[in-house]
T-cell receptor, first 118, second 117 residues
Framework: NAGVTQTPKFQVLKTGQSMTLQCAQDMNHNSMYWYRQDPGMGLRLIYYSASEGTTDKGEVPNGYNVSRLNKREFSLRLESAAPSQTSVYFC?????????????????FGPGTRLLVL | AQTVTQSQPEMSVQEAETVTLSCTYDTSESNYYLFWYKQPPSRQMILVIRQEAYKQQNATENRFSVNFQKAAKSFSLKISDSQLGDTAMYFC??????????????FGAGTRLTVKP
């Protein structure tokens, strides 16, 4: 079971270049997320997708676009990279299941993509 | 908006001893989930333990347990019999319980734990 996969693992860009970060999950989850992680700031939500065909902004969406290609895949695009976007990017998907009273919910994370913008 | 605060940027513990990591949060929600994630040097986020707010019983997973104080909005993680492999960043996280459209999982800034031999 691969879980959540991300490509690439590491990327160096020059200011103004564009690129797409890929994410895929094989757990049949409806919801998928993109986070960025910066030193001393934990993880911050960039965009999320509650289901195939829908996307919504999170806490820090500026400079990014997303695409929910199908249920498995959720990509993050930087149209014109800036040094402030140097970060580690995590994709996640969310499970939810009825267990006894109420729902049990957990997010599963990919291994991350390190992006350096020069 | 929900906020999560981890007041201990760094901690250390001797191997085989017990350590407690602190987390407080602020929310007006009554139903939610709390998590502790571990991030080793590989940077992968690994779920350690989960607590549902509607449950009064504290969650336990092997050597890991939590002290969940809902009224105080406190959610601490206790690691017993610490092992060298427990060395990592630990993140506390809050997620609202929404039946379908869930856009809000907030993380603390993290606590770097070092287990010393």
């Amino acid at each position: 079971n691969a879980g959540v996969t991300q490509t690439p693992k590491f990327q160096v860009l020059k200011t103004g270049q564009s690129m797409t970060l890929q994410c895929a999950q094989d757990m049949n989850h409806n919801s998928m997320y993109w986070y960025r992680q910066d030193p001393g700031m934990g993880l911050r939500l960039i965009y999320y997708s509650a289901s195939e065909g829908t996307t919504d902004k999170g806490e820090v969406p500026n400079g990014y676009n997303v695409s929910r290609l199908n249920k498995r895949e959720f990509s993050l695009r930087l149209e014109s990279a800036a040094p402030s976007q140097t970060s580690v990017y995590f994709c996640a998907s969310r499970s939810s299941g009825l267990a006894g009273v109420g729902y049990q919910e957990t997010q599963y994370f990919g291994p991350g993509t390190r992006l350096l913008v020069l | 908006a929900q906020t999560v605060t981890q007041s201990q940027p760094e901690m250390s513990v001797q191997e085989a001893e017990t350590v407690t990591l602190s987390c407080t949060y602020d929310t007006s929600e009554s139903n939610y989930y709390l998590f502790w994630y571990k991030q080793p040097p590989s940077r992968q986020m690994i779920l350690v333990i989960r607590q549902e707010a509607y449950k009064q019983q504290n969650a336990t997973e092997n050597r890991f347990s939590v002290n969940f104080q809902k009224a105080a909005k406190s959610f601490s993680l206790k690691i017993s019999d610490s092992q060298l492999g427990d060395t990592a960043m630990y993140f506390c996280a809050f997620m609202k319980q929404v039946s379908y459209n869930n856009n809000d999982m907030r993380f603390g800034a993290g606590t770097r734990l070092t287990v010393k031999p």
